[in-house]
């Protein structure tokens, strides 16, 4: 009985010059990634869900990708759950229990009964458990690169994928803004290399923190973060009604409008100053931007590097500088990279007083950028094979296997047909439609002269040759 | 509150060492695979559980991890199953279901209800529903390679994880023996430039249908290929208790361990023949073994390529050649790789007549064998930066900052001590942690005189350079 495949919502298969393409990308990233002493780590696809659950925010958490208990868990939770007496009311006793809680129809309440792990939602919080979990064996500061997948069951839509790859860098076991400034120098080198041309953004929570302090709303914060990372979508009368409706005051929105119409100026320190200086928070904000810019300009940059107010980034666990790089070009402008700084992430896994700064590159959406720019290199191909060689017969076999033998130990990429019974005309199609460059037929008169017929499939140039050379000119 | 954080049981974090030394591994077996003209493929880790489940055998299917749907499904069955008026009697009616199946206490026939995904198992699946799902986009013969992390739920032990890579090689569309000869061929130049001592044996399904047929035991054909399967493990005595177990008789038993003493035979061929040439299958399966041996004699070999009759392989799709490669030396002599031919795979997505063979690395088995036999160059690192630039004060490290910039821009490693705050012999520690080679210490006459203190961190020795020969030296 044959199934119609699918592949589940989200996800996607990369064929042949896709991988190609990916690679290139990856290892010009890690290129740049080990050029500023970063080095690579990876995690397990799978981590403990008591790892993963709490630290992306609630929207985070529903997000989540959940795996089923080995053994009977599901099936003993249910045939607890079925010896209920009443639709409405769920008699207890009968439930079991796991750390003194008991199962119940709350999905989130019976959920350590059928599940215990789940898969990453990004390389940060892994990576803050690698390093608590390792701490007697890493040198401070710890510098790690990580390039793996992720998967998140959010709704696909362009440029949104459920499974995708991050490429991080982070630093670890040092707050000195020198790894800000260097972190941003990568993003630079990269696209530079990449020939996107990107904006690359900064902002520090510190100045959201004393911009809620300041408006006397210090307990609205993280409303207000959200309300302002929503400025792009939903503009500033729209940021309004989201603060209104969290219960601020005409004159607080109207402050924060003000502060957020700092993204129109060039350089605007100056005023972030006189509007926040006053504030702890908001003076070390501008300590730090201002000292990350002075680096930055000591490391010379290629790409627009902007200070810009209206960032709030999504995740819950920044405390300092945070960062975001979009795409300038195309129709595609959406970010391709975020990062930022966070305290206390290692602190969750018992592991205090470790701040740490990290960058993501967002593999497949720089994928969609380069490709809508045409910003691959013709060079790619889906296979790297040079030769392919052909015949008629067994004997003709035997000799061209031979040949191919010989390619191969110079470290050529080869093929030698396999089909003995496709004729050559179909053993050829066969080159053509893999692009491959060249082929070399073995008949039997090259079985008595030892000259073997070269042609090139590009320029339909054909050339007689010894085995010795025949690896020369390839 | 902190957590003690842990790893669910069975996966592992590389560290960046052991990184290291799994590119070195999957560098090398990626090379030879493009030598011999295969193409890379990647398929996402989530699979429809429809497109895994009964293609590895009972077994395989109860080691699936599968992956809770997104949604309430999960509290919508238990509502559902709660509704139930009697502990023992469930009224069906209040039941969901899908595909006309109603969920119930049986897990196997709730399970669509909580989980539609799964993760991959190998690689031979999801490849065969690429090739299905593709089949208007790709070339036949195809050759693919696909290196990728695997899941299944299996008893943690040495050599076994939950999570693990494997490295595969499979052509689709050819039922050359051709095709055989080759994916033997890579085995034997991987290993041999991993300097792993190896043997690669071979054996043919054929073969043993042919003795099923020969002693009148057809219907008990996966009995026994699962029997022999655990000769290594349970002895002939053992294969002989599973045999009767199963239904044979003393004579059909005495048969089969006849055929399996010819294991101790050099060349079995001609035993072989002599003993199942008169069957369709087995007179094939002797000339398939003879054709793959005389094509690997021309393609010279380094390692023993040996026919084994008692190879059975525990998958159920293979149909023709089955291989296994086990390492020869040290301690650890269980299986780092394996493979087969498969006539059927594609047919169950809807693609019928499409042959298939394919090796497998074991990524993971490699790298332990490896480890145990010291057999990684010396040469690799965690890290891979050449020098540290350490300084005293904001002037210094202005400095420090422009020559480490100077050295990256001509594509060579350098970090610089990212705190201020910490002293000179401090930051030489971090070096020599980390065995970087050079560190280059600016302190305030270096300032004026433009020439810098290079020192050899391994040798003691320092030199005084000029910003150019800075990085001529490194």
Known sequence: MAQKPSLPQGTRDFNPLMVQRRKYLLNIIEKVFKKYGFMPLETPAMEQLSTL????????????????????????????????SSHEEIDQTYLPSVDGKVANLDAKISLPFIAEKGLRYDLTVPFARFVAMNRNDITLPFKRYQMQPVWRS?????????????????????????????????YDEVFAELQIPVIIKINNRKLLNALAQHIGAQDKFI???????????????????????????????ASILTFLALVETNNPLQQLEEMLGHIEDGNL?????????????TLQTKN???????????????????????ANAGTFKSSIGGGGRYDNLTGIFGLPGISGVGISFGLDRIYDV??????????LKANETKILFCYFDEETQQRA?????EVRANGIAAEIYPDITKKIGKQLEYANKLSIEYACIIGSNELASEKYP????????????????LTQII
Chains 1, 2 share one sequence.
């Open 53 to 84: 659950t709490g630290k992306y925010g609630d929207e985070g958490d529903q997000l989540l990708y959940k795996i089923i208990n080995s053994g009977d868990y599901f099936k003993k939770l249910i045939e607890f759950q079925s010896k209920t």
């Open 154 to 186: 959010d709704r696909p839509q362009k440029g949104r994928y459920r499974e995708f790859w991050q490429c991080d860098a982070d630093v670890v076991g040092t707050d000195s803004l020198l790894n800000e400034a260097e972190l941003l120098k990568i």
């Open 223 to 253: 409303d207000i973060t959200v309300a302002i990372d929503k400025l792009d979508k939903i503009g500033s009368d729209g940021v309004k009604n989201e603060l209104l409706k969290s219960g601020l005051n005409e004159t607080q929105c």
């Open 285 to 297: 904000g501008c300590i730090e931007l201002k000292k990350v810019m002075q680096f930055l300009s």
């Open 304 to 326: 627009e590097i902007k200070i810009d107010v209206t960032l709030a980034r999504g995740l819950s666990y920044y405390t300092g500088a945070i960062v975001e790089v979009q």
């Open 370 to 379: 380069m490709e809508d720019l045409a910003l691959f290199p013709a060079s």
């Open 401 to 405: 296997l031979e040949l191919c033998a």
């Open 454 to 469: 070269l042609k090139n499939l590009l320029s339909g140039v054909q050339t007689e040759v010894t085995k010795t050379e």
